[in-house]
Protein backbone atom coordinates (compact mmCIF):
# COMPACT_ATOMS: atom_id res chain seq x y z
CA UNK A 1 0.00 0.00 0.00
CA UNK A 2 1.28 3.61 -0.88
CA UNK A 3 1.38 5.84 2.18
CA UNK A 4 0.99 9.80 2.10
CA UNK A 5 4.59 10.29 1.30
CA UNK A 6 4.64 8.44 -1.80
CA UNK A 7 2.33 11.03 -3.61
CA UNK A 8 3.95 14.05 -5.30
CA UNK A 9 1.87 17.55 -5.20
CA UNK A 10 -0.42 18.64 -8.28
CA UNK A 11 1.57 21.11 -10.13
CA UNK A 12 3.80 24.14 -9.27
CA UNK A 13 1.04 26.06 -7.69
CA UNK A 14 1.05 23.22 -4.60
CA UNK A 15 4.41 24.13 -3.31
CA UNK A 16 4.93 24.70 -0.14
CA UNK A 17 3.09 22.10 0.58
CA UNK A 18 3.77 18.38 2.36
CA UNK A 19 3.45 16.99 -1.04
CA UNK A 20 5.75 20.03 -2.85
CA UNK A 21 8.34 19.16 -0.21
CA UNK A 22 8.24 15.28 -0.86
CA UNK A 23 8.73 16.36 -4.57
CA UNK A 24 11.77 18.12 -4.47
CA UNK A 25 13.33 15.81 -1.47
CA UNK A 26 12.95 13.26 -4.00
CA UNK A 27 13.94 15.43 -7.19
CA UNK A 28 17.58 15.80 -4.97
CA UNK A 29 17.91 12.14 -3.75
CA UNK A 30 18.07 11.26 -8.04
CA UNK A 31 20.69 14.16 -7.91
CA UNK A 32 22.44 12.88 -5.14
CA UNK A 33 22.31 8.89 -6.41
CA UNK A 34 23.46 10.09 -10.26
CA UNK A 35 26.70 12.21 -8.35
CA UNK A 36 27.27 9.01 -6.10
CA UNK A 37 27.72 7.06 -9.26
CA UNK A 38 30.64 9.41 -10.65
CA UNK A 39 34.14 9.63 -9.87
CA UNK A 40 34.54 13.51 -9.12
CA UNK A 41 37.98 13.58 -9.83
CA UNK A 42 37.43 12.47 -13.49
CA UNK A 43 35.88 15.69 -14.46
CA UNK A 44 38.37 17.88 -12.89
CA UNK A 45 38.83 19.42 -16.43
CA UNK A 46 35.66 18.70 -17.81
CA UNK A 47 33.48 20.96 -19.73
CA UNK A 48 29.93 21.55 -17.97
CA UNK A 49 27.99 19.85 -20.93
CA UNK A 50 30.30 16.86 -20.28
CA UNK A 51 29.68 16.79 -16.87
CA UNK A 52 26.13 17.06 -17.15
CA UNK A 53 25.72 14.66 -19.68
CA UNK A 54 27.19 11.95 -17.08
CA UNK A 55 25.31 13.48 -14.35
CA UNK A 56 21.78 12.80 -16.21
CA UNK A 57 22.84 9.44 -17.69
CA UNK A 58 23.98 8.21 -14.33
CA UNK A 59 20.32 8.90 -12.78
CA UNK A 60 18.72 7.57 -16.05
CA UNK A 61 20.25 4.51 -15.42
CA UNK A 62 19.57 4.43 -11.32
CA UNK A 63 15.89 5.24 -12.82
CA UNK A 64 15.91 2.22 -14.98
CA UNK A 65 17.45 -0.06 -11.69
CA UNK A 66 15.05 -3.03 -10.92
CA UNK A 67 16.37 -2.57 -7.15
CA UNK A 68 15.36 1.30 -6.94
CA UNK A 69 12.80 2.66 -4.77
CA UNK A 70 9.19 2.37 -5.85
CA UNK A 71 8.82 6.15 -6.19
CA UNK A 72 11.50 6.39 -8.58
CA UNK A 73 8.60 5.11 -11.30
CA UNK A 74 7.03 8.28 -12.00
CA UNK A 75 10.26 10.35 -12.65
CA UNK A 76 12.25 11.22 -16.07
CA UNK A 77 14.85 13.18 -16.13
CA UNK A 78 15.41 15.29 -19.26
CA UNK A 79 19.19 16.92 -20.86
CA UNK A 80 18.52 20.01 -22.25
CA UNK A 81 14.99 20.21 -23.00
CA UNK A 82 13.92 23.08 -25.03
CA UNK A 83 11.90 25.80 -23.70
CA UNK A 84 8.61 26.69 -25.28
CA UNK A 85 7.32 30.29 -25.26
CA UNK A 86 5.73 32.18 -28.12
CA UNK A 87 9.07 34.13 -28.61
CA UNK A 88 11.35 31.36 -30.05
CA UNK A 89 10.60 28.03 -31.86
CA UNK A 90 12.32 25.47 -33.78
CA UNK A 91 16.11 25.57 -33.24
CA UNK A 92 15.94 29.21 -31.98
CA UNK A 93 14.53 28.25 -28.54
CA UNK A 94 16.34 28.01 -25.50
CA UNK A 95 17.43 25.09 -23.87
CA UNK A 96 17.57 23.87 -20.09
CA UNK A 97 20.46 22.15 -18.51
CA UNK A 98 17.79 19.69 -16.82
CA UNK A 99 14.49 18.71 -15.93
CA UNK A 100 12.86 16.45 -13.58
CA UNK A 101 9.66 15.42 -13.80
CA UNK A 102 7.09 12.86 -12.15
CA UNK A 103 4.51 12.30 -14.00
CA UNK A 104 2.15 10.94 -10.11
CA UNK A 105 0.02 13.92 -10.98
CA UNK A 106 -1.52 15.92 -13.46
CA UNK A 107 0.00 18.44 -14.17
CA UNK A 108 3.10 16.49 -13.99
CA UNK A 109 5.57 18.09 -10.99
CA UNK A 110 8.23 19.68 -12.45
CA UNK A 111 11.59 21.38 -11.44
CA UNK A 112 14.29 22.88 -13.83
CA UNK A 113 18.09 23.00 -13.22
CA UNK A 114 20.65 25.35 -14.73
CA UNK A 115 24.14 24.33 -14.00
CA UNK A 116 28.01 26.32 -13.95
CA UNK A 117 30.67 25.15 -13.38
CA UNK A 118 32.90 26.88 -10.61
CA UNK A 119 36.70 26.48 -11.00
CA UNK A 120 39.63 28.48 -12.69
CA UNK A 121 37.63 30.79 -15.35
CA UNK A 122 34.52 30.07 -14.07
CA UNK A 123 33.60 32.19 -11.28
CA UNK A 124 31.00 33.38 -8.86
CA UNK A 125 29.85 36.27 -11.09
CA UNK A 126 29.26 33.66 -14.30
CA UNK A 127 26.84 32.07 -11.73
CA UNK A 128 25.07 34.95 -10.64
CA UNK A 129 25.23 35.89 -13.91
CA UNK A 130 23.39 36.69 -17.23
CA UNK A 131 23.56 33.22 -18.31
CA UNK A 132 23.85 32.02 -14.55
CA UNK A 133 21.12 32.74 -11.76
CA UNK A 134 19.63 35.31 -14.48
CA UNK A 135 17.72 32.90 -17.01
CA UNK A 136 15.66 31.80 -13.75
CA UNK A 137 15.43 35.37 -12.41
CA UNK A 138 14.32 37.24 -15.90
CA UNK A 139 12.32 34.25 -16.76
CA UNK A 140 14.30 32.65 -19.19
CA UNK A 141 13.89 29.44 -17.21
CA UNK A 142 11.24 28.52 -14.27
CA UNK A 143 9.32 31.44 -16.04
CA UNK A 144 5.63 29.91 -14.45
CA UNK A 145 7.64 28.25 -11.01
CA UNK A 146 8.02 29.18 -8.09
CA UNK A 147 10.83 26.62 -7.22
CA UNK A 148 13.96 26.17 -9.72
CA UNK A 149 17.78 25.16 -8.58
CA UNK A 150 21.09 25.58 -9.46
CA UNK A 151 24.26 23.48 -9.36
CA UNK A 152 27.95 24.61 -9.35
CA UNK A 153 30.33 22.00 -10.51
CA UNK A 154 33.15 22.55 -7.96
CA UNK A 155 36.47 21.81 -10.07
CA UNK A 156 38.76 23.62 -7.97
CA UNK A 157 38.89 24.42 -4.12
CA UNK A 158 36.11 23.15 -2.05
CA UNK A 159 31.92 23.62 -2.19
CA UNK A 160 32.32 25.49 1.76
CA UNK A 161 34.76 28.02 -0.06
CA UNK A 162 32.54 28.91 -3.17
CA UNK A 163 29.39 29.15 -1.05
CA UNK A 164 31.34 31.92 1.00
CA UNK A 165 31.96 33.35 -1.97
CA UNK A 166 28.20 33.04 -3.76
CA UNK A 167 27.03 34.40 -0.34
CA UNK A 168 29.36 37.06 0.01
CA UNK A 169 28.78 37.77 -3.94
CA UNK A 170 24.71 37.51 -3.58
CA UNK A 171 24.94 40.16 -0.39
CA UNK A 172 26.62 42.62 -2.03
CA UNK A 173 23.71 42.34 -5.58
CA UNK A 174 20.86 41.66 -2.95
CA UNK A 175 18.80 44.81 -5.56
CA UNK A 176 20.11 43.42 -8.68
CA UNK A 177 19.43 40.06 -7.84
CA UNK A 178 15.88 41.06 -5.97
CA UNK A 179 16.97 39.04 -2.66
CA UNK A 180 13.48 39.10 -0.61
CA UNK A 181 14.30 40.29 2.87
CA UNK A 182 13.64 36.41 4.47
CA UNK A 183 15.43 35.07 1.77
CA UNK A 184 19.51 35.28 2.18
CA UNK A 185 21.50 32.73 1.47
CA UNK A 186 21.31 30.14 3.62
CA UNK A 187 22.25 26.13 4.43
CA UNK A 188 19.12 23.90 3.54
CA UNK A 189 19.46 20.52 4.39
CA UNK A 190 17.41 18.14 1.91
CA UNK A 191 18.52 14.89 1.85
CA UNK A 192 21.91 13.53 3.60
CA UNK A 193 23.07 12.54 -0.30
CA UNK A 194 23.91 16.25 -1.05
CA UNK A 195 26.38 17.72 1.53
CA UNK A 196 26.15 21.52 0.28
CA UNK A 197 22.51 22.94 -0.73
CA UNK A 198 21.42 26.00 0.22
CA UNK A 199 18.46 28.41 -0.53
CA UNK A 200 17.67 31.75 -1.99
CA UNK A 201 14.60 33.46 -2.73
CA UNK A 202 14.04 36.32 -5.32
CA UNK A 203 11.20 38.81 -6.33
CA UNK A 204 10.32 38.50 -10.03
CA UNK A 205 8.08 41.83 -11.05
CA UNK A 206 7.02 41.45 -14.62
CA UNK A 207 7.62 37.88 -14.71
CA UNK A 208 6.15 35.49 -12.35
CA UNK A 209 5.99 34.55 -8.68
CA UNK A 210 8.48 34.76 -6.65
CA UNK A 211 11.21 32.02 -6.14
CA UNK A 212 12.64 29.97 -4.23
CA UNK A 213 16.31 28.49 -5.67
CA UNK A 214 18.06 25.92 -4.05
CA UNK A 215 21.53 25.77 -4.82
CA UNK A 216 23.64 22.36 -4.87
CA UNK A 217 27.50 22.48 -5.07
CA UNK A 218 28.55 19.09 -6.37
CA UNK A 219 32.57 18.50 -5.89
CA UNK A 220 34.41 17.63 -8.85
CA UNK A 221 38.03 17.57 -8.18
Given amino acids: MRGK ?3 QPAGASA ?3 SYAQVFVKRV ?5 QGYAAMTPSDFTFSEEEHITGKLVKAIDA ?3 DAKAPRWTRSFNIHED ?3 HDDKRTGKRRLRLDIRID ?3 TSPRSRMRFEAKRLGPNHSVGVYLGVDGIQCILDGRYARKDNIAGMIGYVQ ?3 PDDWAKKIEKAMGKKTAKLRVTGSGQWAPQQITPELAWTYRSIHDRPGV ?3 IEILHTLLLFN
Fill in 28 to 32: HQLLG
Fill in 81 to 83: PPI
Fill in 15 to 17: NGS
Fill in 5 to 7: SDY
Fill in 208 to 210: GPT
Fill in 156 to 158: KDT
Fill in 62 to 64: FLD
Fill in 102 to 104: SSQ
